[in-house]
């Protein structure tokens, strides 16, 4: 009986201590993490255990492809940080969304190009008017893009039509079917179909710096956990100076990623 009540208590202390370990740890989410650039900082700090140093004990990325869908990641799973482009948290915020705007991540979409199918009979953006244009989801950083595109080529918002991929990969898919004719893509999505699609514009050459993806908060945790939030920003920035100074190991760990 005693060697029982002994176990009985022990498997009650183990339990507790698992309990108290899974409850330090988290996830947090990033817009398209693993397929875009903007979250190969995360991989980095993930392998290099930055944010483990800086007091943020994180498991893991949660993905999304964009847009609403990261917004919807970060409040549905109560987390207390995600990296969301501006449009879709702004939009967010303006229906009732409790999110704060608590870093600004990311300062150029020179990742991005719009890609066409080599054959395409569109060579310029003054070729973009009755075309479908694809972007990867509403409220997207590509489906802002897009407009700005437009604009840049003078056209307005309805003289071509914008259509929802639902990711880059899959705007790749959507090109060589021919369902759509012209798609935003980033790299380094972009990069590994070059040899099958032709670029007719980047954004760098049309568009002027721009903010992509910001740090973002609920406002229950920007109350409660200011410590993590803060820890994962300083574990971002030691990994962007690391990609500068260790390019090599950087771009293996980005490549498992």
């Given at each position: 009986m005693h060697t029982?009540?002994?176990?009985?208590l022990a498997a009650l202390a183990l339990a507790a201590l698992l309990s108290?370990?899974?409850?330090?740890?988290?996830?947090?989410?990033?817009?398209?993490?693993?397929?875009?650039?903007?979250?190969?900082?995360?991989?980095?700090?993930?392998e290099k255990g930055f944010f483990k140093a800086e007091g943020a004990d994180v498991t893991g990325v949660l993905s999304s492809s964009g847009g609403g869908t990261t917004v919807r990641n970060l409040l549905t799973g109560n987390l207390a940080y995600g990296e969301v482009d501006l449009a879709g948290t702004v939009a967010a915020i303006q229906q009732g969304a409790d999110l704060k705007i608590i870093s600004d991540n990311v300062l150029t979409v020179a990742e991005f190009v719009w890609a066409a199918k080599p054959d395409s009979p569109i060579k310029t953006i003054k070729d973009l008017k009755g075309r479908k244009i694809g972007y990867t989801n509403p409220r997207s950083t590509s489906q802002a893009l897009d407009v700005l595109l437009?604009?840049?080529?003078?056209?307005?918002?309805?003289?071509?039509?914008?259509?929802?991929?639902?990711?880059?990969g899959e705007a790749v898919v959507a090109l060589n079917l021919g369902s759509i004719d012209i798609s935003a893509i980033a790299d380094p999505v972009w990069s590994k179909n070059k040899a099958q699609l032709r670029v007719v514009v980047a954004a760098s050459d049309v568009l002027p710096p721009l903010c992509n993806v910001i740090g973002v908060t609920t406002g229950a945790a920007a109350a409660s956990r200011g410590d993590f939030i803060r820890?994962?920003?300083?574990?971002?920035?030691?990994?962007?100076?690391?990609?500068?100074?260790?390019?090599?190991?950087?771009?293996a760990i980005v490549a498992k990623a």
């Amino acid at each position: 009986m005693h060697t029982i009540f002994s176990r009985a208590l022990a498997a009650l202390a183990l339990a507790a201590l698992l309990s108290s370990g899974a409850a330090s740890a988290e996830e947090i989410v990033v817009s398209n993490y693993g397929v875009a650039a903007n979250g190969m900082p995360y991989a980095i700090a993930l392998e290099k255990g930055f944010f483990k140093a800086e007091g943020a004990d994180v498991t893991g990325v949660l993905s999304s492809s964009g847009g609403g869908t990261t917004v919807r990641n970060l409040l549905t799973g109560n987390l207390a940080y995600g990296e969301v482009d501006l449009a879709g948290t702004v939009a967010a915020i303006q229906q009732g969304a409790d999110l704060k705007i608590i870093s600004d991540n990311v300062l150029t979409v020179a990742e991005f190009v719009w890609a066409a199918k080599p054959d395409s009979p569109i060579k310029t953006i003054k070729d973009l008017k009755g075309r479908k244009i694809g972007y990867t989801n509403p409220r997207s950083t590509s489906q802002a893009l897009d407009v700005l595109l437009l604009e840049a080529a003078g056209l307005k918002p309805d003289e071509a039509e914008l259509v929802k991929t639902g990711g880059f990969g899959e705007a790749v898919v959507a090109l060589n079917l021919g369902s759509i004719d012209i798609s935003a893509i980033a790299d380094p999505v972009w990069s590994k179909n070059k040899a099958q699609l032709r670029v007719v514009v980047a954004a760098s050459d049309v568009l002027p710096p721009l903010c992509n993806v910001i740090g973002v908060t609920t406002g229950a945790a920007a109350a409660s956990r200011g410590d993590f939030i803060r820890a994962i920003l300083r574990g971002r920035r030691k990994a962007v100076a690391f990609m500068y100074s260790n390019t090599d190991e950087a771009v293996a760990i980005v490549a498992k990623a």
